[in-house]
Every structure is written in C-alpha cells, then in structure tokens.
C-alpha cells in the first residue's frame, strides 16, 4: 500500500530544494533528518522506507523478465524515496538501457548513461555501473560498420537501378547545424508554444513547440559564479488540450551559441500528486540546473505520460470560505472554489481528498503562498492538519487575477471525521 502522497510529497520537495545546492554533498542520513524535520514521525518514515523496498523488489522481477517498463515506473517510485541509493541508480540505468536496445530511443541511452553516473557519483567502486557504462559505450561503436555495409548495398542498388548520383548525394547530403534559437517565433509557418515574459535583457532564450500545450516563462536565467554556473527557470504550464492532463515530463536540453548540446535535464513537470490539469488549467513548475558558463538557448521538450478525453462539461466549482491565520495586507486577497472532493469511509479509517481552485483577487503577485487543511470531528475537536504550498519561493508569483490548483489526499483519518477547513497559513 503506496504510504501518503502529501508525505511523499513534502518530503520530496524539500530534499529536490536542498539538492539545488551544488555545495551540498547529502547523505541518506540527511534525507532522513530532513525527514524528520519537516514534521514526519518514525512510523512515517518507516512507511516510505518500505514503500521504497517493495518497489525495488518488485522492480527485481521485472528486470529479470525484461519488462522494462514496468521496472522503470517501480524503479522511479523507489528512487523518490531514497535518490542516493547505488542500487537503485544502478538498475534503473539498467532498465533504460535494456529498454534503449529493445526501442532504440536515444533519450533511453542518455538516461542510462546519466544514472550509471550518478550511481558511480555515490559509491566510487560500484563495477557493475562500470561495466553497464562500458556496454553502453560499445553500443555505439558497430554503427560506422552497419553504415558502410549498408552504403554499399545502396551503390550496388542505384547502379542496377540506373539512379543518377546527383539523386544519390541529396539522400545523403549533410544536415546543416541546428539555427541558434532566439526569443522571437520560428520562421516556420507554425507559431511558438512558449510566451517569454522574463524583460531581462540577459535572459536566456527558449524554443519549445507542442500543440496543445503553453509554456509561459517568467524568469529563464543564467547566473555565472567564479567556479560554476546555474541555469533558473520558471514556468507555467498551460493546458490548451481538449484532454485532462495527469503525468508530464519534460526534457531540458541546453546549446551554447552554435546550437551544440552542452548539457542535458529530464525531469517530471506534472505529477500524479499534483491536480490534473482539466482543458484551460494552469500548473506551475520550475527548474534549477547546473550547466556550462556557455549556455545560451535552451530546446523543452514534454513527453504526456498520462492524459484523459475532457468531460463534455464539468459540475461548477463550489466557492469555500478561507480561514486566515494572520491578518492580510489590504492588497492581499484570495478566494477559493472546491473543485472536487471525496471521501471514503473505511472500517476503522477515512481517507479524505480534495482539489480547490484558488485565485489571487488582491492587488499583489504573491511570491509564497502556504495553506492549511484542518480536520474536525462532529464536535469541532482538530483531528488532523497539513500544511500545502499552492506558491512556493521557487516558483513563479501568483500573479492577480491568476488562479492555480492545490491538492490534498489524506489517509488515515478518524472514522469520526465529519468536516474540513481552508486556512492561509502565509501569503506575501
């Protein structure tokens, strides 16, 4: 039984903050008090500790019958919980490769190479990441004689089929460089996919084409420090889809002025613990990355992992009152809409979730915003309560006017559960 998202989540989260930091080296044990820190009690990280160990041993079976798929969706499961682990680095490089030689997809081969990577990263003399990496490398090298061979198959058809040589060289001819990309739209008959609001004059341009699908980027910029430098992006994500949108991954690939790939990034932008994005709806996402002083475009790419047909029409959304811990400034305003909300009741526990619509209607962009969910019995006694982030400090403001989505799942709950409440813990 997959332990509680909201758990996963903050944990995940503040972990992904921390290892922005290229200064720090984190250890398990780290993980583990940052845990601890965020409010987890032992029971929850036993949970998670589990929840990671079935994972991998399911992963194990699937490996051994090549469903590399499979492995890979466990194998992630349980990298969230321990990112660090060698073994787990190390066979979910082994699950893309095996998955790169069933498929041939490059991205495949680069993930693998990146993880066996970062499996060496965390255990030096790990050899079976050696070896994966030497396979890896190997690969590679019989192409040039598979070419050749199949170069002169080609002649031996074009001299039976009279083909002229100049009908030869255009197959054959080279593909010219990448065009460096620029802030403006492509010169292609297609319009751009991604709206650049970052003013900067230094900011970093973005191409990125997608039908359906909107990157609005307020902050893509690069900061050059004496011994490393770090590429920030913030990002909206617009769904412009006549499809929900549930699981999407996103591939950075970072060019210097020649088009020429100098560094590379995948990550999941929307996840299933998030809210799925119904046709109009708007995620926020952000990115923090070490790369080359040379950076100077940046090529987005997503992959939909997950996506769902739109309902022809949804049930309105119904308006909540907030409760405010704290007195707002007059400029600071939100309102909120319960979009959905279940409730299961099992025989000794409830398990409660809800998606809210909350909009800025104050005067200001809102650089934080943290939220509450409380949990009262039919006395009004607090059963539970858990802190969400709708904005946090590393992504996009909450601009006025705007509104985003904010989930809670929580089980457990006590059967005497009979209501909740909304409170802004913080908004600025």
């Known amino acids: 039984m997959n332990p509680n998202d909201e758990i996963l989540e903050t944990y995940l989260k503040q972990v992904w903050d921390v290892r922005q930091n290229a200064h720090l080296s984190l250890q398990q044990a780290d993980l583990e008090a940052i845990a601890l820190e965020l409010g987890l009690t032992p029971q929850d990280l036993e949970a998670l500790r589990q929840y990671a160990t079935d994972c991998l041993t399911r992963a194990k079976g699937y490996l051994e019958y090549k469903r590399w798929d499979d492995a890979i969706a466990e194998l992630t499961n349980a990298q969230t919980v321990f990112p660090l682990s060698p073994e787990i680095l190390y066979s979910l490089a082994s699950a893309y490769y095996g998955r790169y030689q069933q498929q041939q997809h490059k991205r495949d ?150 088009g020429t790939a100098i560094a590379n990034e995948t990550q999941m932008i929307l996840r299933r613990s998030h809210a799925p994005l119904r046709p109009s709806d708007r995620h926020a996402f952000n990115l923090i990355q070490t790369v080359p002083a040379t950076l100077a475009q940046v090529q987005i790419n997503v992959n939909i992992l997950e996506q769902l047909p739109a309902a022809r029409s949804y049930e309105p959304s119904q308006p909540i009152d907030l409760v405010w811990l704290f007195d707002p400034p007059q400029e600071v305003a939100l309102e909120a809409k319960e979009r959905t909300h279940t409730q299961r009741n099992y025989s000794e526990t409830v398990t409660h979730q809800a998606i809210w619509e909350i909009t800025n209607t104050g005067e200001v962009g809102l650089r934080l915003v943290k939220m509450q969910v409380k949990f009262y019995d039919q006395k009004g006694d607090l059963l539970e309560s858990r802190d969400r982030f709708l904005v946090s400090s590393s992504e996009p403001p909450l601009l006025p006017g705007e509104t985003r989505l904010l989930k809670s799942l929580l089980t457990g709950l006590d059967t005497e559960f009979t209501r909740y409440e909304l409170a802004v813990v913080e908004a600025q």
């Open 109 to 258: 081969q680069q993930r693998a190479t990146r993880l066996a990577k970062d499996c060496l990263q965390q255990q030096a003399d790990y050899p079976a990441a050696l070896e994966l990496l030497n396979q890896i490398d190997a690969s590679q090298k019989p192409w040039p004689k598979r070419i050749l061979a199949l170069g002169g198959v080609l002649v031996a058809m074009i001299a039976i089929t009279g083909l002229s040589y100049s009908f030869f060289s255009k197959m054959f001819r080279s593909t010219p460089p990448p065009t460096p990309v620029t802030g403006t739209l492509p010169s292609s008959e297609e319009t751009s996919s991604v709206r650049i609001t970052d003013t900067d004059e230094n900011a970093i341009p973005i191409r990125f084409q997608q039908e359906g699908i909107l990157l609005e980027i307020p902050q893509s910029r690069l900061n050059v420090y004496p011994d490393s430098a770090f590429y920030k992006l913030q990002g909206i994500l617009v769904n412009q889809r006549n499809r929900e949108l549930a699981q999407i991954e996103a591939n950075f690939t970072f060019l210097d002025n020649q």
